[in-house]
């Protein structure tokens, strides 16, 4: 079982709908991060979270220490939102290893038609 | 000046050829990173530079050889790759970086994407 698992792995949506990515993830944790690619193209930070919500335009993550999850949500979804969404969780201290060892999730593709 | 810059942005290279990676962020951040990503997987880890020391190298194999010129830059030396090292390959750089620290927010290039024949 992958320390980050990401749900659903796949997602197409028309424009406007409300979109919704799950990340849950097996290890404690000081900052779990949202990424953006798009196709052939680097990668964007969208959100780094160690508590709570934050929100970006029409984006918002939120993070559950406890449940250890985390959503990220895009309100009025357009074709340009169309990429791969990536949860990445930084370890806590004191598991032996540093914070730039990221463990990713496998990524969300997400497909909004017009 | 929010970004990390990477050059060239496709490479195509022999296995006896010797060719370079570049990288340069102007944020100020102190650790900067290579990762490696094969298509439709996440980036994995490569190395990592932190106040322009070696921090982190991950078993990577000698055929890559990271170099950190200064704060602002970083190189990733390639020679007598095998075609199995075709991917894209991602700088990114962050502020901080420490055993057991948050790093802080991530900031990654376009990436390199290198073939190998």
């Known amino acids: 079982k992958n320390e980050v698992e990401q749900s659903p792995q796949n997602l197409t949506a028309q424009e406007g709908e409300f979109i919704t990515i799950n990340c849950s993830y097996s290890?404690?944790?000081?900052?779990l991060h949202w990424l953006q690619q798009h196709p052939g193209g680097g990668i964007v930070s969208l959100f780094m979270?160690?508590?709570g919500k934050k929100k970006h335009g029409r984006l918002i993550a939120t993070i559950n220490i406890q449940e250890k999850h985390s959503s990220l949500h895009i309100t009025a979804s357009h074709p340009r939102d169309s990429a791969v969404y990536i949860c990445a969780v930084a370890p806590s201290p004191g598991r032996g290893t540093s914070g730039s060892r990221l463990t990713f999730g496998e990524g969300t593709q997400l497909t909004v038609n017009p | 000046d929010t970004e990390v810059t990477q050059t060239p942005k496709h490479l195509v290279m022999g296995m006896t050829n010797k060719k370079s990676l570049k990288c340069e962020q102007h944020m100020g951040h102190r650790a900067m990173y290579w990762y490696k990503q094969k298509a439709k997987k996440p980036p994995e880890l490569m190395f990592v530079y932190s106040y322009e020391k070696l921090s982190i190298n991950e078993s990577v194999p000698s055929r890559f050889s990271p170099e950190c010129p200064n704060s602002s830059l970083l190189n990733l030396h390639l020679h007598a790759l095998q075609p199995e090292d075709s991917a894209l390959y991602l700088c990114?750089?962050?502020?901080?970086?420490?055993?057991?620290?948050?790093?802080?927010?991530?900031?990654f290039g376009e990436g390199s994407r290198l073939t190998v024949l």
């Open positions: 290890v404690g944790i000081s900052a």
């Open positions: 979270l160690s508590s």
């Open positions: 990114a750089s962050s502020p901080y970086h420490g055993a057991g620290a948050n790093t802080g927010e991530l900031f």
